[in-house]
């Protein structure tokens, strides 16, 4: 097993190509339902359907652990203090990497070497305090953490065809994210520690009872009942006081790690696998066929290394997409009442936070130490607030524009973004990876606009 620090968006794409050039190996990457690379596995040709055969892996720090975004440095300093990794002893801006160049290949090995103990240090916490090995990524090791937490003598049934149907297409939905209108000037913002419904559709009994309390008048024309049901709280308050207690607090080396753990136990239960097999090989293995990226055609045949073939639907027990409805109902309406306290000065919402025009924390259930309160994140700072998912505190602390690289927007650019002109930006995208291993240039240079503000 090989390990990089961003493998999937970088060490794999030569990995993958330089394989392509050797006779007698498979690449059966690990994709998911959105064709977004986990990894990489690497078997002999004649090892194609022993799925118990010896082989390599390629997989990715970040993905591992669920740190997507986090750098090497901190994740080095934070789980290796005494192996992190070199900053500043080169100026990469004016330098390449040079294989002949000393002090270049000391850097490569720190890298190297940072990683490995960070990584060794990270699976360590697991095993101590989960009794669970890392794995390809981190929702696969949480999954199996989430269910041995599961109460005892509970059975958690597959559902119905036609219930299934209806929980992953209507009833599963994400976090609420919603911008009342442009706004600048002092906001109150609360952060839980750790667009509704449509009429006609299929809700959650916790979206029922949250309407019923709020008066709405309701008419049930079909239901399905559980006749089971448990709760978690014991699970997220071990979570929640191993996070805040541990050796180093909640941002050190244990604290990350229990967070990460929270953050991917449910993820999985929503799942849906894809029958279709893709793997990369020089030539095509009997029962496959030659791969098109949908939408695209291949007149000259550059996805020639990429084969694919229906194989069996897999279902795995924790594939109950009941669970992670539930979950996530429960959240959005924490969020809606907290909307509620105060709905004339309400100005944003998105996940597990809230945003008023005035100090509404006397009616906020505020204790920054306890799972499933409030916190305070912002007491009357300035902000500019634009869109979903874009806005900015006026001292330039805390930015966020979606779609864009908001260390390169300026003050003014969001100033200019408010009256009503977004900003556009010239960017180098990297390509997803099947259309770089079909031929493709793994970066592109596009044209991108904020987001359109409604005059």
Not at 46 to 58: I, M, P, T, V, Y
Not at 62 to 68: K, R, S, V
Not at 390 to 399: C, E, H, Q, T
Request: charged letters at 25%; proline letters at 5%.
């Amino acid at each position: 097993r090989f390990v990089a620090w961003n493998a999937n968006q970088f060490d794999a794409y030569f990995i993958a190509a330089a394989l392509l050039q050797e006779e007698g190996f498979i690449i059966r990457p690990y994709l998911t339902a959105s064709r977004q690379l986990r990894g990489l596995r690497i078997i002999r040709s004649q090892d194609l359907d022993n799925r118990e055969a010896q082989g390599w892996e390629f997989l990715d720090g970040m993905a591992m652990l669920g740190l997507a975004g986090m750098s090497l440095s901190k994740f080095s300093k934070t789980f290796a203090p005494e192996h992190a990794k070199m900053t500043d002893a080169i100026d990469w801006s004016s330098e390449s990497f040079d294989v002949n160049n000393a002090l270049h290949r000391s850097y490569a090995a720190r890298d190297s070497e940072a990683l490995f103990y960070a990584m060794q240090r990270a699976q360590a916490i697991l095993i101590e305090y989960f009794e669970q090995a890392l794995a390809p990524t981190m929702g696969n090791a949480c999954i199996k953490i989430f269910r041995r937490h599961l109460p005892e003598k509970i059975t958690v049934r597959a559902l119905p065809e036609k219930a299934l149907a209806i929980v992953r297409d209507q009833v599963m939905r994400g976090g609420f994210c919603f911008c009342v209108g442009r706004f600048e000037g002092p906001i109150w913002k609360y952060d839980i520690n750790q667009a509704y419904a449509a009429p006609d559709t299929w809700i959650t009994s916790i979206e029922v009872d949250q309407l019923k309390r709020e008066g709405w008048k309701l008419t049930i024309t079909e239901s399905y009942f559980f006749t089971d049901s448990f709760s978690m709280t014991e699970y997220v308050n071990r979570l929640e006081h191993l996070r805040t207690t541990c050796p180093g607090g909640p941002s050190g080396a244990i604290g990350t790690m229990v967070k990460a753990v929270g953050n991917h136990s449910y993820g999985k239960t929503v799942e849906q696998t894809d029958p279709k097999e893709i793997i990369f090989s020089p030539e095509c293995p009997v029962g496959f066929m030659p791969y098109a990226a949908p939408g695209e055609t291949d007149p000259l045949g550059v996805l020639e290394h990429i084969w694919w073939r229906v194989g069996d639907i897999v279902t795995r027990d924790y594939h109950q997409p009941q669970i992670g409805a539930f979950i996530t109902a429960h959240v959005r309406m924490v969020l809606r009442r907290a909307m509620l306290i105060a709905p004339d000065a309400w100005l944003y919402a998105d996940t597990d936070s809230v945003a008023f025009n005035r100090d509404v924390t006397d009616q906020m259930d505020i204790d920054p130490g306890r799972y499933g309160a409030w916190k305070i994140e912002e007491s009357g700072t300035e902000y500019r607030i634009i869109a979903k998912k874009v806005y900015a505190s006026l001292d330039g602390a805390k930015r966020s524009a979606k779609g864009l690289n908001v260390k390169r927007l300026t003050n003014e650019d969001f100033e200019q973004w408010l009256n009503g002109t977004p900003p556009t930006q010239t960017q180098v995208q990297r390509q997803n990876f099947l259309k770089v291993m079909a031929g493709s240039e793994m970066y592109l240079e596009r044209t991108r606009r904020g987001t359109a503000i409604p005059t």
